[in-house]
């Protein structure tokens, strides 16, 4: 389980990194790069949050 919550964590540090890019780029389309990117990685997190809670349920 150990290594579930090492993924989240990652992927909640990465949500946050891109969302620290975003706000601070100038250019547009960085910004909105990084934007659906933290997106992304949020929905990971999500996704691995089931995936623990379901285990944790078993």
Do not use: P
């Not at 990194?17 to 910004?31: H, P, Q, V």
């Amino acid at each position: 389980m150990t290594d579930l919550h090492d993924r989240l964590e990652r992927f909640e540090t990465l949500t946050a990194e891109c969302e620290l890019i975003a706000k601070l780029a100038t250019d547009s389309n960085k910004r909105e790069f990084y934007l659906k990117l933290g997106e992304q990685y949020r929905q990971l997190a999500v996704d691995m949050r089931q995936v623990i809670a379901a285990r944790a349920a078993a």
